[in-house]
């Protein structure tokens, strides 16, 4: 029975590793990420370490997704991609 | 490179490392059945200085000298993130807009916060005894925290977080630890040694100094996580980029650097 | 089942890099860090599991039962809060390397060559 | 106090040091927090030297074994043979000389964070020291990430700058990258023996034959190891960072935290994978020499190529990586302690180049060898120490670096007999080039170098001055710490106690089975002897042949500038520096992938 519950949750953690990857949007890879904590801290549970779940669910679906979203929130605030120079420092350019 | 290239040299190198690391796995011992000599050992360990989490044990006893490296790896992140996150010379500083929020929003996130706080100290109490600790307490507890930023705004926020504080905090935790360190050495054992009377197993005090590290590993990952998440939500919200500029007041950074991060508590 | 968990792990790792690898946007890449990391999580678990092993935590159970490996668990506990600490300084460095190049798609940094 | 109970302390003072400053940082004044940071380095100093002599006294090879804690073979344990605990004290000698240096030199610290920066200093020397004593698998690899998490942060220290932020996140990403790898053949190992200490390990590998596990566990853990050490094809991300770091932060980086990776193979192999369960001698040797060998071509021709003058001394790094890990590949007593003198002496003038590379940066806002033609004529000091550090980088005798460059390559003649000619061409060209800037930029000799065409795959030197202003004159310490070091570099090839000491060390650390039970069971084993790097008539004759062709080489490039010819022959490799991270990532897998190749005949 725990053998059955362990392959699904590899299952799924591998699964949710490879959308965490696919997904080349941050704020859904973050959310993806999210949920591969979860898995991840679902894995640990079954493997009997009840420890790593806790550190994995309070870090891994909790504190890098939201700095994920903090960060992605910073360089998206104005509109544009950038790159034309425009807003970099000036005095920098030849 | 062009992006092809790039992944061609990934695929070469990903086969060889596939190839390397599947015959491994076929030589590992089957998943499930082979104990390890030293798992055995930390568990005689643990249960001979009266620790009934023998992670714990592991953690802030046996293998207390990685931990102190551990903490010290996220106290420089922390002053790294200080330092990268400061605000530069020529940025600007602007005071976020009071955010209107859902009252049902509010009032869950207001009646989530004492319970989170608890759970995060009951967690970080705990520690020897039962799954969790410092480190698995401390982020519960700081994140918590920052509940209070869906419940309000920011401003409230900032208001209950004096990062000073906090940012001794993270500094109080790590020098308790390496002092608990030296105070072995003082009492003539080797550093980090567990000088403490060990308690009664599975109770709150069992476990000598694996207790002190634990509250002082939780003192430093609480502090830290705050001061972390702050700089994060520093630059998202306040900080302006440089030539940003939508005629809102603002403060500039002045010629030195940082930005002051902490106004005075309201 | 023998080898099933070592052989996820190894997947992980190497979805992780291939991220890493064909990344346009260096908070994903971030992301794909954090991924791969992940794969020590589970490979070091894998290793220490033990068929009908409890938690190696004696509050209520009996000090001579059967444990899982209790050492890899403290190494990955100290693995996870590495993985932290580095994912929040690389943010912290794409967030200022975005208001200095603006722009945070490798393809775009062009300031170190040759 | 018993000698054992220093060596974690030599770990532990500067993390105090480090929460001291960042508690009180904030009301310090700057003047009083760099004091405090000197004092708690130069406390760490003293104390990783009392461990040196004592565990170097000649007599019995014994040398102090401390298990934290008090957990015998159950904790993590300490081990100060005389290499480890050597290196300890180079990394805090040089913490306290860097800690001077930017006393008087770094930019305005951050506001209300004074103490930050000492701070970061003091926890990267705890990392390094601790890298340099453990005896523990596991723990190598908490201090690998702690030396990796600092290095990154300080790395990225200027933050209103462009460069040093791209080059601190490719080092973090490919650092922590190459970590992660460790981690996984740290686990493969666990899974095999139950057992985390090296000396561990290795017995009970030594109960079985080697297989694929054992060989992908060498793979692995190595692969993390030679990402520090910057070997081909691990080591793009060092020229990006070493050459955009803040100076004193440079001086560490390429003076000590490279050449631990170097040390971390040699030490992990000696101790967990040398015996007949590990990997075998020939083919370790194979692996290692080939890399060694295409991480110093690769190095000295990248390194002459740079305008750039601390990417130049970046990419010497690079070369002179490739040279130590060549004296490592030969597994010989020799070897190891010939290159253990190479990298003291190489720290002290790869440290100092750097120094006179800051002064100029403060000065003239820029590091570029072509803008610079001439201008530094005005600085005779610092010229002649950058021209002394030239030819103490080629291995002039008697230069410590020079004796070490002599032991290494007599060692590395007796595995191949091109070997000695490869470290005379490597040293040569990098000398070369540090002299050929030295000659354009202090004297303006020859013709003024043009711009070549714009667009070619080149950094050019324009940087941001460290400190608040320009400087216009140039503080002591700016001076005096370069020349110091200069002179200690001096001193180690010249003291005959020098060398028979490194000579014992690198017996002490080949000697498998005597570190084995010296840790685990406490019994002290004789040292074999072995002859100390001494100065031979063929070694001071290679040496000068080295300066010789460096001064040659140097001349002949300010004389006629412009190679178009061999500029356009190496473009396609200096294109492969191309600042991606996702090529850097790709040539770390390939590289991990090359490395299997190089060993993968061992498994029987």
């Given amino acids: 029975m725990t053998d059955v519950l ?53 870090v891994g679906s909790a504190v890098t997704p939201l700095m994920i979203l903090l960060t992605v929130r910073k360089v998206r605030r104005r509109p544009g991609s950038g790159g034309d120079g425009a807003d970099k420092p000036a005095g920098r350019e030849r | 490179m062009s992006s092809r290239v790039r992944l061609w040299v990934f695929l070469v190198g990903a086969a060889g490392f596939a190839a390397l690391f599947a015959a491994a796995c076929f030589d590992l011992p089957a998943f499930g059945t082979v104990p390890h000599p030293y798992g055995v050992r930390a568990v005689h360990a643990a249960l001979s200085h009266h620790t009934a989490n023998v992670i714990a044990s592991v953690n802030f006893d046996l293998r207390a000298f990685d931990t102190l ?93 004096p990062l000073t504080l906090y940012e001794i905090g993270e500094a109080a935790g790590e020098a308790a630890y390496v002092i608990t360190g030296f105070a072995a050495v003082l009492a003539g054992s080797a550093f980090l040694t567990n000088v403490l009377p060990f308690g009664t197993l599975a109770t709150l005090s069992s476990g000598g100094t694996a207790m002190v590290l634990n509250a002082a590993v939780g003192l430093e990952v609480t502090s830290g996580i705050v001061v972390l998440l702050a700089r994060f939500l520093d630059q998202a919200v306040e900080i302006e980029d440089p030539g940003e500029d939508d005629g809102s007041p603002r403060h500039t950074g002045g010629g030195g650097g940082n930005g002051d991060d902490e106004r005075e508590p309201a | 089942m023998t080898v099933l968990p070592y052989l996820v792990a190894g997947w992980i790792f190497l979805i992780g890099v291939y991220g890493l690898v064909t990344s346009r946007d260096l908070i994903h890449a971030v992301g794909c860090l954090a991924v791969t990391q992940s794969s020590t999580y589970v490979l070091l678990l894998a290793v220490g599991y033990r068929n009908g092993g409890t938690a190696p935590v004696f509050a209520d159970a009996p000090t001579n ?34 208001k200095r ?11 170190l060559k040759g | 106090m018993d000698t054992a109970r220093l060596l974690p302390l030599v770990v532990a003072v500067p993390l105090l040091g480090a929460a001291v400053l960042v508690a009180t940082g904030r009301r310090l004044p700057r003047l009083v927090s760099d004091i405090v940071g000197c004092a708690f380095a130069a406390a760490t100093a003293a104390t990783a030297l009392l461990v040196l002599f004592r565990a170097g006294r000649p007599g019995p090879g014994t040398y102090p074994v401390e298990w934290v804690g008090g957990w015998r073979r159950v904790g993590i344990v300490l081990v100060g043979d005389p290499l480890g605990a050597g290196l300890a004290a180079l990394v805090s000698l040089l913490v306290v000389a860097v800690l001077v240096y930017s006393w008087r030199y770094f930019e305005e610290p951050p506001r209300r964070h004074t103490g930050s920066f000492p701070a970061l200093i003091l926890v990267f020397q705890a990392g390094m020291c601790g890298f340099a004593l453990t005896g523990d698998l596991f723990n190598a690899f908490v201090f690998f990430e702690l030396m990796g998490v600092v290095a990154y942060a300080l790395t990225g220290f200027r933050v209103e700058e462009p460069k040093p932020l791209q080059g601190a996140l490719a080092f973090g990403v490919v650092n922590s990258l190459g970590g992660y790898v460790t981690l996984l ?210 291995g002039l005798p008697p230069f410590g670096s020079g004796l070490g460059k002599a032991a290494a390559e007599e060692a590395a003649g007796h595995t191949a007999g091109w070997l000695p000619a490869l470290y005379v061409l490597v040293s040569a060209v990098t000398g070369g080039a540090v002299l050929r800037a030295g000659l354009r930029i202090f004297a303006g000799v020859g013709r003024r170098p043009r711009d070549e065409e714009e667009g070619g795959p080149e950094t050019t030197g324009e940087e941001e001055p460290e400190t608040r202003g320009r400087l216009l004159r140039i503080p002591v310490p700016l001076l005096a710490v370069p020349a110091a070091l200069l002179a200690a570099s001096l001193a ?52 000068l042949l080295s300066a010789a062709l460096a001064i040659t080489l140097a001349t002949l490039a300010v004389r006629r500038p412009v190679h178009t010819g061999t500029a356009a022959l190496l473009a396609p490799v200096r294109r492969l520096q191309s600042g991606h991270i996702g090529d850097y990532v790709a040539w770390l897998i390939a590289g991990t992938a090359l490395l299997t190749l190089l060993t993968v005949p061992g498994v029987r």
């Fill in chain 4, 492 to 543: 180690l090839g010249v003291i005959p106690a020098v060398g028979s000491a490194v000579g014992r060390a690198g017996a002490l650390f080949t000697d498998t089975g005597g570190y084995r039970r010296t840790v685990l069971d406490g019994h002290a084993t004789a040292a074999p002897a072995h002859p100390p790097p001494h100065w031979q008539l063929t070694g001071i004759l290679l040496g």
């Fill in chain 3, 101 to 111: 190049h603006g722009t945070v798609d490798p393809d775009a940094l062009s300031e």
């Fill in chain 2, 69 to 161: 490296g551990e903490e010290s790896i996220l106290f420089s992140a922390v002053i790294g993130t200080v330092v990268l996150l400061r605000q530069a010379r020529d940025e600007h500083r602007k005071d976020p807009e009071p955010a209107t929020v859902h009252p049902p929003v509010r009032r869950f996130a207001l009646l989530t916060l004492p319970f989170a706080l608890l759970v995060g100290l009951y967690v970080i109490a705990h520690g020897q005894v039962s799954p969790g600790g410092g480190f698995q307490g401390g982020v519960v507890t700081a994140t918590a925290l920052h509940l209070l930023y869906i419940a309000a705004d920011y401003r409230a926020l900032e208001r209950v977080r």
């Fill in chain 4, 185 to 394: 053949g740290i686990t493969l190992l666990y899974a095999r023996t139950g057992e985390l200490g090296f000396a561990q390990i290795g017995r009970r590998l030594d109960t079985d034959g080697p297989d694929g596990l054992v060989l992908a566990a060498f793979v692995l853990v190595t692969t993390g190891l030679l990402v520090k050490a910057a070997a081909v094809p691990f080591h793009f991300w060092l020229p990006d960072a070493h050459a955009v770091a803040p100076t004193p932060v440079c001086m560490l980086l390429s003076g000590v935290m490279v050449e631990l990776g170097v040390y971390g193979v040699a030490r992990v192999y000696w101790t967990v994978f040398s015996g007949p369960g590990g990997l075998s001698h020939p083919d370790f040797t194979r692996a290692l020499l080939v890399l060694g060998v295409l991480t110093a071509l690769l190095g000295a021709v990248m390194c002459w190529q740079q305008r750039h003058l601390k990417r130049l001394l970046a990419f010497s790094t690079v070369a002179h990586t490739g040279l130590f890990l060549i004296g490592v590949a030969v597994l010989t007593p020799e070897g190891i302690s010939g290159t253990a003198l190479y990298v003291l002496g190489h720290a002290g003038v790869k440290a100092a180049l750097f120094a006179c590379a800051g002064v100029l940066l403060d000065r003239y806002a820029t590091v570029d060898e072509y803008e610079l033609f001439g201008r530094a004529r005005e600085l005779p000091a610092v010229g002649v120490l950058f021209a002394v550090g030239g030819l103490a980088l080629c």
């Fill in chain 3, 65 to 98: 039962s059967r444990v899982v490996d209790p050492v890899v668990q403290a190494l990955a506990l100290t693995d996870i809060v590495v993985g932290a600490t580095v994912t929040a300084l690389l943010l912290a460095l794409v967030v200022q390397l975005r």
């Fill in chain 1, 6 to 58: 362990i392959v699904v949750a590899l299952l799924l953690v591998a699964g949710a590793a490879t959308a965490a990857v696919l997904n080349r949007d941050p704020v859904r890879q973050a959310l993806v990420l999210s949920f591969l904590g979860l898995t991840l801290a679902l894995l640990f549970t079954f493997l009997q370490a009840p420890d790593v779940a806790l550190s994995q669910l309070a």
